[in-house]
């Protein structure tokens, strides 16, 4: 009788808030697909890791086969990773399997000899039936998207797919490491769309999972611990009507089988949403769903070359709608780098999107994956870009490297003022009554701060370099300036303490607090903050409780009085 086969199977998160669901499925698949000699077990990690402790944690399974999942972020700590398990393990036999591999097999086997298969696409069944034949040392010719090294050369299998369900990936081993991290869902593969620069759409169509399923599963993640559950899904509302259901079912279950203070977060395609269902989100209650919308691009010749069909008035009209009922956070992407949108274009196309004012604008660069039609097919998507992970491009026919480092800078002082939430009144100060274009106040702003140190600054110091900029601006009051800078900090910051740039030392100052506290008094237990306005006679103040669900600002209030 032979003895237990040990497998691991490891995957390495971006940070450790996340939590991948790809080694669980392939455990599932095990215990599903598997004998029970086969003792299967996850490794989970973060690319900030040292190697030599991630390689240590699971080199002591003393495994049989190793299997790494691989994506952009993690591909190059596990080609380190490999050589030292192999230095201790010889004959360990490795497996990669995910995105970053599937489409490159060849050239993968190729360069690393240490690696010995690949599965190319869906993971779960092909896994667990390699693991079989290992276990009982058959032929692994012909298993389905398996890729391998032959007499003959280098074998290769088109990506798997599986019309069938995959195993839920939830075990009591999940639960125990998810620790409050944002949990993940997954009620369906593929996508409707073919975009070039997107590998969702080669799984050969939508493949919904069972509604029932997703159903259950929701309810089981929302009493996990998790605050944040986020879809995996690539356009959510892919079916409408099985997207209304799900919707329905969160806010029918909300505050009962769903505890409150769990949001589910949704990638969707915003021109799809129709009438019934933005009626039905404008009742959801504040903070429990969250949005994030692809649009990539405004420029229509942008988006019909990269095959992504758009209605771009139904979808600015639905994102209004949206932000209007203020209970869903509203996550918008933007692409820069993609075929025939040039500077003036992407322009266009940022302050389209700005002035949706949603909760969050990411200005994002075109990565060529591979396997997305854009890298495959260079003479009809010419452009240049990097050699390495995340592949991300350099310059193309309409964006000069310039002009990119240029909207690096923009994305970069975007992420500080504007994705943070904290300087918001500052920006519609600036923006509305100081005639700033929203992206030349973005670029003159992150160009001086480079002039100022290439490092991060603190809260404290950023703030003060805005003042310090903006403050010496034409058209632009300090004494304005500063005191949307205070109403932005004591919305946002719960210290109630302001940074010395904002400070006044001003012998009004206590004699008001008082009276403040006389009117209305502080309510037990909870921080205030209080600070003067000087472009308006009042004082303004915030009582730290709890934060709003969609903006994460506290309630700011003001308090007017006599001089």
């Known amino acids: 009788m032979k003895q237990t086969f040990n497998v691991v199977i490891s995957a390495l998160n971006s ?30 990690g973060t690319v900030n890791e040292p190697y030599e402790t991630v390689a240590a944690r699971i080199v002591s399974h003393r495994p049989a086969v190793v299997g790494l999942s691989c994506y952009i972020w993690n591909i190059s700590s596990i080609f380190r990773i490999i050589p030292l398990i192999k230095r201790e393990l010889p004959e360990a036999v490795i497996v990669l399997g995910g995105p970053e591999v599937s489409y490159r097999a060849a050239s993968v086997l190729e360069e690393n000899p240490f690696v010995d298969y690949i599965i190319s696409g869906e993971g779960e069944a092909p896994f667990a039936m390699l693991i079989n034949a290992l276990y009982k040392g058959d032929d692994v010719t012909d298993l389905p998207g398996l890729c391998c090294r032959r007499e ?8 798997y797919t599986s019309r069938e369900d995959p195993p839920r990936p939830y075990s009591e081993e999940y639960f125990n490491k998810l620790e409050g991290r944002i949990a993940y869902l997954e009620t369906s593969r593929g996508c409707p769309y073919r975009c070039a620069f997107c590998l969702s759409a080669r799984c050969g169509g939508v493949h919904f999972f069972d509604i029932e399923r997703a159903k259950k599963e929701m309810i089981l993640l929302s009493k996990s611990g998790a605050q944040t559950i986020k879809l995996m899904d690539r356009t959510f509302n892919a079916n409408r009507q099985r997207a209304y259901e799900i919707f329905e079912f969160i806010l029918s279950e909300y505050g009962r089988e769903i505890p409150y203070g769990v949001c589910f977060h949704f990638e969707i395609a915003g021109d799809l949403l129709d009438e019934r269902t933005v009626a039905l989100l404008a009742t959801a209650p504040p903070g429990a769903i969250q949005f994030e919308i692809g649009v990539q691009s405004f420029n229509p010749k942008t988006l019909q070359s990269i095959n992504r069909i758009t ?17 869903i956070h509203l996550h918008i992407d933007l692409i820069a780098g993609l075929p025939y949108e040039d500077k003036e274009s992407f322009i266009k196309s940022f302050h389209a999107a700005y002035y949706l004012k949603p909760h969050m604008l990411q200005l994002g660069f ?41 909207l690096h800078i923009v994305e970069q002082s975007l992420d500080r003022m504007y994705n943070s939430g904290r300087f918001l009144r500052t920006l519609k100060y600036l923006t509305e009554e100081c005639r700033f274009t929203p992206y030349r106040l973005f670029y003159e702003l992150g160009s001086y701060v480079r002039e ?9 110091a950023y703030t003060t370099l805005i003042f310090s900029y903006f403050s010496s601006c034409e058209g632009v009051d300090p004494s304005r300036l500063r005191d949307c800078m205070v109403c932005d900090r004591l919305a946002t910051n719960s210290s109630g303490i302001l940074p010395p740039v904002l400070r006044r030392a001003d012998p009004l100052h206590r004699k008001i607090k008082r009276e403040l506290e006389d009117r209305h008094p502080r309510p037990p237990r909870l921080k205030r903050g209080m600070a003067l306005l ?30």
Not at 311 to 327: M, S, T, V, W
Request: proline share 8%; net charge negative; with cysteine.
């Open 152 to 159: 003959d050369g280098i074998f290769t299998s088109e990506p």
């Open 452 to 460: 100022k140190g290439s490092g991060t600054h603190s809260l404290d």
């Open 366 to 406: 075109l990565k060529l994956l591979y396997g997305a039609p854009m890298r495959e097919y260079p003479e009809k998507f010419p452009c240049e870009y990097s050699d390495i992970p995340p592949y991300e491009v350099r310059q193309t026919p309409w964006l000069a490297r310039e002009e990119l480092e240029e």
């Open 311 to 327: 209605d771009i008035q139904k979808l600015k009209e639905n994102i209004r709608r949206i932000l209007e009922a203020g209970n």
């Open 15 to 44: 940070q450790y808030i996340h939590s991948s669901l790809s080694p669980w499925y392939l455990l599932a698949g095990i215990r599903a697909y598997c004998g029970d000699k086969i003792n299967a077990v996850v490794e989970e």
């Open 534 to 563: 000087y472009s308006e006679p009042c004082a303004v103040y915030a009582d730290y409780d709890h934060p709003d669900p969609v903006t994460g600002e506290y309630k700011l209030q003001k308090f007017y009085y006599d001089k």
